[in-house]
């Protein structure tokens, strides 16, 4: 039986890689453990209000969103898929923002961009949009996309971007809406947790 031999070199090299094995592994595990003790702090804060009019066939000249896509069936007739959940209706807006609900208030820029209506069995959107901002505070587009289920009271969309004043920001946008003189006034209340 042949006996193996461990050199001095050998034992050294095998120490220093179950030494920084350890390090790493534990140096990990107290960054997660840190990170889910300390609560998230936004660094930049921002409420706004959009305002939606949807175009009904008479309000051209008010209408500041319009269903632009419906399902079709094969015979070029709209489709009975869930007609009380609007599936498959897709709507594009460009809508004005404001600091306030007061539509009539100065617009700090537009909320522009599409939802679509995905769901069957129940109101649920999915949101691709953007504000684009140009006041005297911000200058700059910030940029929402994901699922919103629209029957809670308030709902959470990612933050997933931005330029200008908002170069590469991260957060949350939490909105809620209500009908404000005839029209859908949406807030969104944006909490970044990630600014450059």
């Not at 001095?8 to 390090?23: E, P, R, Y």
């Not at 960054?31 to 003790?37: G, Y």
């Not at 939802?115 to 949101?127: E, G, M, N, P, R």
């Not at 170069?167 to 946008?173: D, K, L, N, Q, V």
């Amino acid at each position: 039986m042949k006996k193996t031999h461990i050199t001095h070199d050998s034992l050294l090299l095998i120490l220093l890689v179950a030494a920084t094995f350890f390090f790493t592994s534990s140096s990990a595990t107290s960054r997660n453990t840190d990170s889910k003790k300390k609560p998230l702090v936004p660094c930049k804060k921002l409420d706004l209000y959009f305002h939606d009019i949807l175009y009904d066939g008479h309000n051209a000249a008010n209408a500041t969103s319009s269903i632009v896509a419906s399902p079709v069936g094969g015979s070029g007739t709209r489709t009975a898929l869930s007609p009380s959940f609007h599936f498959g209706d897709v709507i594009v807006f460009d809508d004005p923002v404001t600091l306030d609900k007061n539509i009539h208030s100065t617009p700090v820029g537009r909320a522009q961009g599409s939802y679509i209506f995905d769901a069957k069995s129940t109101y649920s959107v999915w949101l691709g949009f953007a504000f684009v901002l140009n006041s005297a505070d911000y200058k700059g587009c910030i940029t929402f996309a994901g699922a919103e289920p629209v029957t809670l009271k308030t709902r959470d969309v990612p933050v997933v971007g931005g330029t200008g004043d908002f170069f590469m920001h991260r957060g949350i946008a939490t909105t809620s809406d209500e009908v404000v003189d005839g029209h859908l006034c949406v807030r969104v209340q944006i909490r970044f947790y990630e600014c450059y």
